[in-house]
C-alpha cells in the first residue's frame, strides 16, 4: 500500500473529528502561540484510564512537534487542551496510525495544511496599525522612491500575509506616496503610475484558505472585520460587489479591492521555513505579526532569509515586539510607528 494511499485510508475514518476540529476551532478563543514548551497536562478528562490518557497525551505532543518542526510555529497548552478535546473520542489506534502516517508526509500533504488551518489565526483588517501606516506615508516610501527614482520601480513584499488586507494598505500606500512625489497621478479615479513606473506588491502566507480569500479580493463590512479601522480616504481603492460571494452571510455589505490595486499584486503560499526566498530584488518588506509564534533560532532564520531577499537600501519592517536578530544586514531607523530597517551591502 502506498503511503498516500495508507493516508487516506486513515482520513477516512477521521472525517468526524477533522469536522469536530472546525467546529472547535470557531467556536473556541483564538489560540495562544506562546514561545514556552508546551507542559505535559496532568489530568484529562477520564481519570479511570490514566495509560490510555498518558498515550492520547504523547501521540498530541508528537503532532506538535511536526507542526513546529515543519512550519516553524511552536503550539501552546490552549492549543493542546484543544486537540485533546478533539481527539478523545478517537480509537487510539486509529489515532497513532494517523500520527504514523503524518510523521511521514511532507509539509505541502493536504493532512498538515488542514492542521495548521485549524491551529492558526488569519485575524487582520485594513489600517491596522495606523502610526505605522502614518511612518510608511512620511518615512520610509520617500526614502525608497529617492532610492529607486532610476529604476522606477517598486518591490513589495508582505511575509506572512493572511487574508491580504496588508498587501492591499501597502500597494495603496505605495501609490499614494508615487503621487505625492509626482511619479502617479490620478486618472478617471485610479491612480496611475506615470510612464515606465511600476509598483509589484506581492503576498505570501502558509494558509491556502487565507490565500483564496486574498486574491478574491472581497471583503464583508462586519462590525470587528476587515473594515474597523478603515480611514475614510482609504475607502477610494473599494468598489461595491454586485454580487455576493458563494460564502456570504445574510444582511452583510462586501466591497471589493477595485483593478486597478490589484493589478500590482500576487499572491503565493509560501512556508518562511524554507531558507531560500520566493522573490528577490525586494524595497519593502514586511513581515509583522508572524514572527512571535517562532522560537529565536528559528526568528534568526527567517530574518537571515528575509534579508536575502532584498536590495541594497530596502526597507525590513518587523513586529513591534520582535528582535532585530540580524543586525549585521541592516542599519536600524526609529520612527513613530516603531523601528524599520535599512538592508546594507553586506551578503547573506
Request: net charge neutral; with cysteine.
Amino acid at each position: 500500500m502506498t503511503q498516500d494511499k495508507k493516508v487516506n485510508d486513515l482520513l477516512s475514518q477521521m472525517r468526524s473529528a477533522v469536522d469536530t476540529a472546525r467546529a472547535v476551532t470557531s467556536a473556541a478563543p483564538a489560540p495562544n502561540f506562546n514561545m514556552q514548551a508546551a507542559k505535559p497536562m496532568q489530568t484529562l478528562s477520564n481519570p479511570e484510564e490514566p495509560s490510555q490518557s498518558r498515550a492520547l497525551l504523547l501521540l498530541i505532543n508528537e503532532l506538535m512537534a511536526g507542526v513546529e518542526t515543519r512550519f516553524g510555529i511552536k503550539p501552546g497548552t490552549l492549543v493542546e487542551r484543544k486537540l485533546v478535546r478533539i481527539f478523545k473520542d478517537m480509537p487510539m489506534a486509529t489515532l497513532k496510525d494517523w500520527v504514523e502516517s503524518m510523521n511521514n508526509c511532507s509539509p505541502e500533504h493536504s493532512e498538515w495544511q488542514s492542521l495548521v488551518e485549524n491551529l492558526t489565526v488569519h485575524e487582520t483588517y485594513f489600517c491596522r496599525d495606523p502610526d505605522l501606516m502614518g511612518m510608511l506615508a512620511d518615512d520610509i516610501l520617500p526614502h525608497l522612491l529617492n532610492l529607486r527614482k532610476t529604476q522606477k520601480q517598486l518591490q513589495i513584499w508582505s511575509a506572512a500575509s493572511s487574508t491580504g488586507e496588508e498587501v492591499y494598505d501597502l500597494t495603496f500606500s505605495a501609490l499614494r506616496a508615487m503621487q505625492k512625489a509626482g511619479f502617479a497621478r490620478l486618472f478617471e479615479g485610479k491612480l496611475v503610475p506615470e510612464s515606465g513606473w511600476g509598483v509589484f506588491s506581492f503576498g505570501t502566507d502558509i494558509s491556502n484558505q487565507a490565500l483564496r480569500t486574498a486574491k478574491a479580493a472581497i471583503y464583508g463590512d462586519l462590525g470587528m472585520g476587515s473594515f474597523r479601522n478603515l480611514p475614510d480616504d482609504w475607502k477610494a481603492m473599494f468598489e461595491d460587489v454586485r454580487i455576493a460571494p458563494a460564502n456570504a452571510m445574510p444582511g452583510v455589505n462586501y466591497f471589493k479591492i477595485r483593478e486597478w490595486v490589484r493589478q500590482c499584486t500576487r499572491f503565493e503560499r509560501f512556508n518562511l521555513m524554507n531558507n531560500r526566498p520566493p522573490v528577490m530584488g525586494m524595497d519593502l518588506v514586511f513581515c509583522r505579526n508572524v514572527l512571535i509564534y517562532f522560537e529565536d533560532p528559528i526568528k534568526k532564520a527567517v530574518q537571515t532569509m528575509l534579508a536575502r531577499s532584498m536590495s541594497p537600501g530596502g526597507v525590513l519592517v518587523l513586529g513591534a515586539s520582535v528582535q532585530m536578530l540580524v543586525p549585521e544586514y541592516f542599519e536600524s531607523r526609529l520612527g513613530k510607528g516603531g523601528p524599520w530597517y535599512v538592508r546594507n551591502d553586506t551578503r547573506v
